[in-house]
């Protein structure tokens, strides 16, 4: 939806995600999420920061040097907080990883679509009734969550130039209605 209206006003931009943004991260993202082999926290790790490497070098600088915008699902705060607060690993060594995978290349905004962990599950597991996969992120258990939002809200109250909160609880509507006004501020578009 915010591509759309984005392209609508003449941006031109580049939409992705992580992990999976390139051929190799596709298959890194199938090997991780896909596996029923118990992971390493620290395989884990160091797989989202080599297809966050190949991410940045191959399609993130080249369409920023294009002028490009780029929206990513997910970057390096999710590495922060899902592998750092999630799985416990000390802040320095996440921060070592991610600047070494990214250069220290940060997005001007990130939006965090906040909602409580009992709403989010109900969503994940509708997902699941309705057929859609589940990937072994889907299974984790409620602190491990619980973990991952306050790693997200600490990034927020260190950050708040950059990183807005948005009440993900509202319509589809709603929410869109809001990332729209706050993407476009911060583009400085109509």
Do not use: C, W
Request: aromatic share 8%; no cysteine.
């Amino acid at each position: 939806m915010l591509t759309g209206a984005l392209r609508e006003r003449g941006v031109d931009l580049l939409t992705t995600q992580e992990p999976g943004g390139t051929p190799l991260g596709r298959r890194l993202r199938d090997a991780f999420l896909e596996t029923e082999e118990s992971v390493t926290p620290m395989a884990e790790l160091l797989l989202f920061a080599a297809d966050r490497a190949q991410h940045v070098e191959f399609l993130i600088k080249p369409a920023l040097a294009g002028g490009r915008v780029v929206i990513s699902d997910r970057y390096a705060d999710a590495t922060f907080a899902y592998q750092g607060a999630g799985r416990g690993f000390d802040e320095k060594t996440v921060s070592a990883v991610i600047k070494l995978a990214t250069g220290g290349l940060k997005p001007d905004l990130t939006l965090f679509f906040d909602i409580p962990i009992a709403a989010a599950l109900d969503r994940m597991n509708a997902r699941g009734e309705s057929g859609e996969r589940a990937n072994r992120m889907d299974f984790e258990a409620v602190e491990f969550y619980e973990r991952v939002r306050d790693a997200y809200l600490g990034i927020a109250q260190r950050e708040p130039n950059r990183f807005q909160i948005l009440d993900a609880s509202g319509s589809v509507d709603e929410i869109q209605r809001r990332v729209l006004e706050v993407v476009t501020a911060t583009l400085k578009i109509a």
